[in-house]
């Protein structure tokens, strides 16, 4: 393809996310700061501005289904190309003639982003897309710069890999290394066709800020990754809140910390925040039905919802069956019902609902199962927060998880 014919040419962003995973289970769909990784990866291909179209290919109707809400179109990957051992140019040189065929014509440049690169920065993205398309380089790949003394053991001992370890320069007397980080791969698109390779011709490296080079391989990074995601990379995905049919939330470990004071005679009493009860009158206010849903037995739960003004389901041992009869009564969709849990007896509402949300603090089962994950814990603000996303617009919409 010729300098000019690369300018001009489409760029196509196309991202790999298979439905198997050894390290984290279902981790192309796991929420990092309320968002599914595929779905991270998906907005920031598209707030980067420099891509035509925006294609992932998977095996995972759940997969697909996010991506495509997102804004993306979805490939299906054949079971032989979505295994451990398939490579991700596999996966790619099968949707190739599928591209091609979409867009009407070869693109100029491929963009291969990684869905377990939480904190893809889209202006990095975009450079990278215009060095390929200046015809700077041929292909290139993201990378931090690198300062560390690496090492390797041998029979003989430890022993220097980067430096000689009889040796200690200072920094600046080093020459700079990068790592790569995984998280995208740019390259003019018939060169990748001809290679069948990422690395070809010409190869260059974006440097990107150390922060957001994680990679999702093991759960400790998805803690990792939750406890940096509003701070490093925050991602919104609009939903309008007329889309929102009502808001259905648990009460003990969601309006409260999930502990209780019990006085000399046995009685309970608990702490809520004044905060939360302001956002779900903006709730109500706005025409959002509210209901608390709740195991709990203790009179406090019907005496906070009296207060609130708001419906309550209290000593329900079943929600699920409990959501789905209230729902049907008011001829509420449950796909369009954003329901806020904390614990394991939240899972099977949860599962019916279109927008599970989970606050702050909950179980890691409650977190892995919602498609929100609050940046506040129960009784702290959680129920404000989710008002807030709700009213302003910037609620992630997706579809139930998987049972």
Do not use: C
């Amino acid at each position: 393809m010729s300098p000019a014919d690369r300018r001009s040419g489409a760029a196509v962003a196309v991202i790999p996310a298979r439905g198997g995973s050894q390290g984290v289970k279902g981790k192309n769909l796991v929420p990092i700061g309320g968002i599914p990784l595929v779905v991270r990866a998906v907005v920031a291909a598209r707030e980067s501005e420099a891509f035509d179209r925006v294609f992932v290919t998977t095996d995972h109707e759940g997969i697909a289904a996010a991506a495509t809400e997102a804004g993306a179109t979805a490939i299906q990957r054949p079971a032989d190309l979505a295994t451990g051992e398939a490579s991700s140019e596999s996966a790619l040189l099968h949707a190739a003639p599928l591209i091609e065929e979409m867009i009407g014509a070869p693109p100029a440049v491929l963009g291969f982003l990684q869905a377990t690169s939480p904190f893809i920065a889209p202006a990095a993205l975009a450079s990278a897309v215009e060095r390929v398309r200046s015809g700077e380089v041929d292909s290139l790949f993201s990378a931090v710069a690198v300062h560390e003394f690496l090492w390797r053991i041998t029979e003989a001992g430890a022993r220097g890999v980067n430096h000689d370890y009889r040796s200690r320069p200072r920094r600046q007397d080093r020459e700079q290394e990068f790592r790569e980080t995984g998280a995208f791969y740019v390259m003019a698109w018939d060169g990748f066709l001809e290679h069948r390779h990422r690395f070809f011709g010409r190869v260059g490296l974006e440097e990107v800020e150390p922060a957001t080079a994680i990679e999702i391989d093991e759960p400790a990074d998805v803690d990792l990754a939750r406890a940096l995601a509003h701070i490093v990379h925050p991602v919104s995905v609009a939903f309008p809140r007329e889309s929102v049919a009502a808001v259905v939330t648990d009460f003990d470990g969601v309006h409260t910390d999930d502990t209780v004071v019990v006085d000399q005679d046995g009685r309970e009493s608990v702490r809520v925040n004044r905060g939360d009860g302001m956002g779900i009158a903006a709730l109500v206010n706005a025409g959002i039905p509210f209901l608390i849903l709740s195991k709990e037995r203790n009179p406090v739960v019907n005496a906070r919802a009296a207060k609130l003004g708001v419906e309550v389901l209290s000593g329900v041992d079943d929600k699920a069956a409990a959501l789905t009869r209230w729902a049907t009564d008011r001829g509420v969709a449950l796909s369009a019902v954003v329901y806020v849990g904390n614990d394991v007896n939240d899972l099977p509402a949860m599962a019916l609902v279109g927008i599970p949300v989970a606050v702050a603090d909950a179980r890691e089962e409650v977190a892995r199962a919602s498609r929100i994950v609050l940046s506040r814990g129960g009784g702290h603000g959680a129920i404000r927060e989710i008002a807030d996303l709700i009213l302003d617009g910037a609620v992630q919409a997706s579809n139930p998880p998987e049972p």
